[in-house]
C-alpha cells in the first residue's frame, strides 16, 4: 500500500511538474492506485500551450559583419530585418524577438509519457521479455485520453540512454480498459476520466484508495456487530489489505 500511495504521488509530481515547465495551467490533478492501475486525472487544462515572445539581445549596431551574422545565425534570423534596434544607455543594440507557436497540449502529453514512464522512480523493479526494461511487474496496457482523444499511439519502455533491439519492449496506448481481473475480466473503452471511474465501478473496482478504505471498514464494522462485537482499530492494517484489493469483501471467521 505504501507502494502504491508513493507511485500515485510519483505520478503527479512527474506529470504536474512537466506541465508547469511548459506553460501548461491546470485546475487540479488527483492520482489514484489500485493493485493493477495507477491513474492520473488533470483537469483545465488549454488545448494548446500559450504563444511566447523570446527577447535576445545582440551586437552594438555597426558592428563588424561576423559579429551580425553569428548573431543572426544564432537567433534564427536571416536579416537584421527581423530585429529591433534599441538603445540601452550604453548604445544602440539590435535584438532579436522571437515568437514561438505553442504546441497542442495533445502532443506535450505524448512526449511527457515517453519521459516518465520508462524511468518511472520504482524502489523495487522487475525486467521481463526480451527487453532491457524495467518496471514493478509487467505493463499490459496504457491509456491516455486528452479531451476525449487518444494520444502517445506507441511508447518505448527503453529508457533514452538505452540501445533497442529488434526484440524491445513497445506500448501501444489503446482505448481497453481491463476490469476485476476474476470477476469482470472484460475490456471496455472509456470517453473520460468520469467513465473511467464508473464504468470501473461497474466491473468491480474501486478506484480510489479512501473509497476502498471505508468500504473494508464498513463491512467490517457490520459483520462483527452481527455477532454482538467490535472491531479493533488497526491503521496500519486497514491501510495493507486495502492495497490488495480492488473489490472489498469482508469475511468473518474463526482461527483456532
Given amino acids: 500500500a505504501r507502494m502504491q500511495a508513493r507511485a500515485a504521488e510519483d505520478l503527479k509530481r512527474l506529470v504536474t511538474d512537466k506541465l508547469k515547465a511548459v506553460g501548461l495551467a491546470f485546475t487540479r490533478a488527483d492520482a489514484y492506485a489500485t493493485p493493477r492501475r495507477l491513474a492520473l486525472v488533470v483537469d483545465g487544462l488549454p488545448t494548446a500551450q500559450p504563444d511566447v515572445k523570446d527577447e535576445k539581445k545582440g551586437p552594438r549596431v555597426g558592428s563588424p559583419q561576423q559579429a551580425i551574422d553569428g548573431f543572426l545565425k544564432s537567433s534564427g534570423l536571416g536579416s537584421l530585418d527581423q530585429c529591433e534596434q534599441r538603445d540601452t544607455g550604453k548604445g544602440v543594440f539590435y535584438f532579436a524577438v522571437i515568437e514561438k507557436k505553442g504546441g ?92 473511467y471511474k464508473a464504468k470501473l465501478l461497474a466491473a468491480k473496482v474501486i478506484l480510489d484508495p479512501a473509497e476502498r478504505r471505508a468500504e473494508i471498514w464498513k463491512q467490517a464494522q457490520a459483520l462483527a456487530a452481527k455477532e454482538g462485537l467490535t472491531v479493533k482499530q488497526d491503521d496500519a492494517l486497514l491501510d495493507e489489505v486495502t492495497g490488495l484489493v480492488e473489490w472489498p469483501v469482508a469475511l468473518l471467521g474463526r482461527i483456532d
Avoid: C, Q
Fill in 104 to 195: 497542442p497540449t495533445s502532443k506535450v502529453i505524448a512526449d511527457l509519457l515517453f519521459d516518465i514512464i520508462p524511468g518511472f522512480p520504482w524502489p523495487k523493479s522487475m525486467r521481463w521479455g526480451y527487453n532491457t526494461a524495467r518496471w514493478v511487474r509487467p505493463l499490459h496496457n496504457l491509456l491516455a485520453l486528452f479531451d476525449g482523444d487518444l494520444v502517445a499511439p506507441m511508447i518505448s519502455l527503453e529508457t533514452p540512454n538505452e540501445i533497442r533491439s529488434e526484440r524491445s519492449e513497445l506500448l501501444s496506448t489503446v482505448n481497453a480498459v481491463h476490469g476485476h481481473r476474476f470477476l469482470a475480466p472484460h475490456k471496455f473503452p472509456v470517453s473520460g476520466f468520469a467513465d
